[in-house]
């Protein structure tokens, strides 16, 4: 993909940006950066401030302060060019369920204006996307979960958009279908259009972005590449040590004590860091740290 | 399918009611119909016809005339009148709701280039142009029991149009208000049942209380009962003006208030 001037305007540019609904403060002065043609991971636990984010993308929820850029439109006032060119996969499924397939997205093409003479083809090619060939007369009340995020995606690339809001994009569904939609999202990515998309699934942001921001509490806490932010965060190697309770709150009262960052998952706890504290590492099970140690550390939350 | 391949962007700002926008909002509505209009057509013939039984022979055996008409025909010219109100502010309250509040069907349209205004404008077009037209089938069906035709039924679908606009606006009003379905029976009880009894539909309204004569003559649906009359049994010049006159002020009225209202809903 070759780089103009024009294209180094990145998709995406959040600046000091502030969302207040009353007395909570959904967003509250938070960068975003998606550099043209990459995918950002929007990594953060639920009430971080994603969903309100990603309306205020699409000009559905106003901006108290600071400056949103999409695609180098000013949102809110040029934010009608910003949809034309972005497509929208929503956290909650709206196809019209009493339609066909190709009548959802015959819908969506007059919607987002494909030109006459390229709607047929715009709706065969989303269709191909879907990989719903065989279903495209069927109703959308008649096809499975899996099929029906297939068909908001593809509903999304009708017209062909220079970025991908995508919100949750797996949230619900089982594995293999996961894995499906994420093979997806990526065969998007290399034909380099833009994605920006807000997870809770850490394997899935591990897996798809370029670059992941953290939030917390409306904030971004951490941005960066996954590699880089585990490296900074969590270190390169983590020990989960595996107990009842109390052996538990003693190995993370000592690893503390060594100068050791812990979390705890659950069943065991993690002592982070072991290639940059000095202390003795606790025995256990070694493991490469990763992206979700990071979030830990940085959100205070723990994930299911 | 490379970012640098496509055409430059062009900086213009768009404006406001767009066609494209508008279009696409009614060819969303326009296929929907495609898998409802069989129902929507039998309720539409089948209901006037009743009322027209009911009324028009059953209440008509005990009351031949009513204010020089034939009482068949006093109905039969009311029936459009209500038609074209049920048939567009049930729709425009209980559909904006549905596709707000359960099925998400807004969020969708508005991430698209579609504005509020937009949005709720073809709404209310579409609901109004599915009125006028359904609501000519009460004439159609009072033809049956003996109406005459005349040219100026012609004009019907038209004051069904402009009728039915300022009623889905309406509709749409209550709709963006409104925090939930339940509270739409204290609409439908206290506000749509009054405007459907006091508006000359049934009975004529100059033998009422005066304030009730009073009270009739700001319900936009007396004016439109009384367009169609006129519009089928004789014209009467500017009294006829006026009553257009006070259903398109009701139409855009409305139509503001339901904009404001969705901009307040929708956006936030």
Same mark, same amino acid.
């Given at each position: 993909?070759?780089?103009?001037?024009?294209?180094?305007?990145?998709?995406?540019?959040?600046?000091?940006?502030?969302?207040?609904?009353?007395?909570?403060?959904?967003?509250?002065?938070?960068?975003?950066?998606?550099?043209?043609?990459?995918?950002?991971?929007?990594?953060?636990?639920?009430?971080?401030?994603?969903?309100?984010?990603?309306?205020?993308?699409?000009?559905?929820?106003?901006?108290?302060?600071?400056?949103?850029?999409?695609?180098?439109?000013?949102?809110?006032?040029?934010?009608?060019?910003?949809?034309?060119?972005?497509?929208?996969?929503?956290?909650?499924?709206?196809?019209?369920?009493?339609?066909?397939?190709?009548?959802?997205?015959?819908?969506?093409?007059?919607?987002?204006?494909?030109?006459?003479?390229?709607?047929?083809?715009?709706?065969?090619?989303?269709?191909?996307?879907?990989?719903?060939?065989?279903?495209?007369?069927?109703?959308?009340?008649?096809?499975?979960?899996?099929?029906?995020?297939?068909?908001?995606?593809?509903?999304?690339?009708?017209?062909?958009?220079?970025?991908?809001?995508?919100?949750?994009?797996?949230?619900?569904?089982?594995?293999?279908?996961?894995?499906?939609?994420?093979?997806?999202?990526?065969?998007?990515?290399?034909?380099?259009?833009?994605?920006?998309?807000?997870?809770?699934?850490?394997?899935?942001?591990?897996?798809?972005?370029?670059?992941?921001?953290?939030?917390?509490?409306?904030?971004?806490?951490?941005?960066?590449?996954?590699?880089?932010?585990?490296?900074?965060?969590?270190?390169?190697?983590?020990?989960?040590?595996?107990?009842?309770?109390?052996?538990?709150?003693?190995?993370?009262?000592?690893?503390?004590?060594?100068?050791?960052?812990?979390?705890?998952?659950?069943?065991?706890?993690?002592?982070?860091?072991?290639?940059?504290?000095?202390?003795?590492?606790?025995?256990?099970?070694?493991?490469?740290?990763?992206?979700?140690?990071?979030?830990?550390?940085?959100?205070?939350?723990?994930?299911? | 399918?490379?970012?640098?391949?496509?055409?430059?962007?062009?900086?213009?700002?768009?404006?406001?009611?767009?066609?494209?926008?508008?279009? %696409?909002? /009614?060819?969303?509505?326009? *296929? @929907? &119909?495609?898998?409802?209009?069989?129902?929507?057509? #039998?309720?539409?013939?089948?209901?006037?016809?009743?009322?027209?039984?009911?009324?028009?022979?059953?209440?008509?055996?005990?009351?031949?005339?009513?204010?020089?008409?034939?009482?068949?025909?006093?109905?039969?010219?009311?029936?459009?009148?209500?038609?074209?109100?049920?048939?567009?502010?049930?729709?425009?309250?209980?559909?904006?709701?549905?596709?707000?509040?359960?099925?998400?069907?807004?969020?969708?349209?508005?991430?698209?280039?579609?504005?509020?205004?937009?949005?709720?404008?073809?709404?209310?077009?579409?609901?109004?142009?599915?009125?006028?037209?359904?609501?000519?089938?009460?004439?159609?069906?009072?033809?049956?029991?003996?109406?005459?035709?005349?040219? %100026?039924? /012609?004009?019907?679908?038209? *004051? @069904? &149009?402009?009728?039915?606009?300022?009623?889905?606006? #309406?509709?749409?009003?209550?709709?963006?208000?409104?925090?939930?379905?339940?509270?739409?029976?204290?609409?439908?009880?206290?506000?749509?049942?009054?405007?459907?009894?006091?508006?000359?539909?049934?009975?004529?309204?100059?033998?009422?209380?005066?304030?009730?004569?009073?009270?009739?003559?700001?319900?936009?649906?007396?004016?439109?009962?009384?367009?169609?009359?006129?519009?089928?049994?004789?014209?009467?010049?500017?009294?006829?003006?006026?009553?257009?006159?006070?259903?398109?002020?009701?139409?855009?009225?409305?139509?503001?208030?339901?904009?404001?209202?969705?901009?307040?809903?929708?956006?936030?």
């Amino acid at each position: 993909m070759s780089h103009s001037a024009r294209d180094s305007t990145p998709s995406i540019r959040l600046r000091d940006v502030v969302k207040r609904y009353g007395s909570i403060t959904a967003v509250d002065g938070l960068d975003l950066d998606v550099p043209e043609g990459t995918c950002v991971g929007l990594l953060g636990p639920n009430g971080a401030g994603k969903s309100t984010t990603m309306k205020m993308l699409t000009a559905q929820a106003i901006a108290d302060e600071g400056t949103i850029e999409v695609l180098g439109y000013e949102l809110p006032g040029e934010s009608k060019q910003a949809r034309a060119e972005c497509g929208v996969v929503p956290q909650l499924d709206n196809l019209d369920t009493t339609l066909t397939v190709e009548q959802n997205l015959v819908v969506f093409a007059h919607l987002y204006r494909v030109p006459r003479a390229e709607r047929r083809h715009a709706v065969e090619r989303a269709i191909g996307i879907a990989n719903l060939g065989e279903r495209r007369r069927a109703k959308v009340d008649e096809l499975s979960g899996g099929m029906r995020r297939r068909m908001l995606i593809a509903r999304a690339l009708v017209h062909q958009p220079r970025l991908l809001l995508l919100d949750e994009p797996t949230v619900g569904l089982d594995p293999q279908v996961r894995q499906e939609l994420w093979a997806l999202i990526d065969g998007m990515r290399a034909e380099g259009v833009s994605i920006l998309m807000s997870t809770h699934y850490i394997e899935e942001a591990e897996r798809l972005a370029d670059t992941v921001t953290i939030m917390s509490h409306g904030k971004a806490v951490a941005s960066g590449r996954p590699g880089e932010l585990i490296a900074e965060h969590a270190g390169r190697e983590a020990v989960e040590v595996y107990g009842p309770p109390a052996k538990l709150a003693e190995a993370e009262a000592q690893a503390l004590q060594n100068g050791f960052r812990t979390r705890r998952t659950g069943t065991s706890v993690a002592v982070l860091g072991l290639d940059v504290a000095n202390g003795n590492a606790p025995g256990g099970e070694r493991r490469a740290a990763n992206l979700e140690d990071v979030f830990v550390l940085l959100t205070g939350e723990e994930i299911s | 399918m490379s970012a640098a391949a496509r055409p430059p962007r062009s900086r213009r700002r768009l404006g406001r009611l767009e066609r494209p926008a508008l279009v %696409g909002v /009614l060819v969303r509505e326009v *296929i @929907n &119909f495609s898998s409802y209009w069989r129902a929507t057509t #039998f309720s539409s013939t089948v209901e006037p016809t009743i009322y027209l039984l009911a009324f028009g022979f059953g209440f008509g055996s005990l009351v031949s005339e009513v204010g020089g008409f034939r009482y068949v025909e006093f109905v039969g010219t009311c029936t459009v009148a209500t038609a074209v109100l049920f048939s567009s502010i049930f729709p425009a309250m209980f559909g904006t709701f549905v596709k707000y509040q359960f099925q998400h069907t807004y969020d969708a349209i508005l991430a698209a280039p579609v504005d509020t205004e937009e949005l709720v404008t073809g709404e209310a077009l579409w609901i109004a142009t599915r009125a006028g037209v359904y609501g000519c089938s009460p004439l159609l069906v009072a033809m049956l029991f003996g109406l005459d035709p005349s040219w %100026g039924m /012609l004009a019907v679908p038209f *004051i @069904n &149009f402009t009728a039915g606009f300022g009623w889905a606006c #309406f509709g749409i009003c209550i709709a963006a208000f409104l925090k939930s379905i339940e509270n739409f029976n204290y609409v439908t009880s206290a506000v749509i049942t009054p405007l459907f009894l006091v508006a000359g539909t049934f009975f004529p309204i100059d033998r009422l209380p005066e304030w009730a004569q009073v009270a009739a003559q700001i319900n936009p649906l007396y004016h439109c009962v009384e367009l169609v009359r006129h519009a089928v049994f004789g014209w009467e010049g500017l009294t006829d003006l006026a009553h257009v006159g006070t259903l398109v002020v009701f139409g855009l009225v409305a139509w503001r208030v339901a904009i404001a209202g969705m901009t307040r809903k929708l956006v936030n």
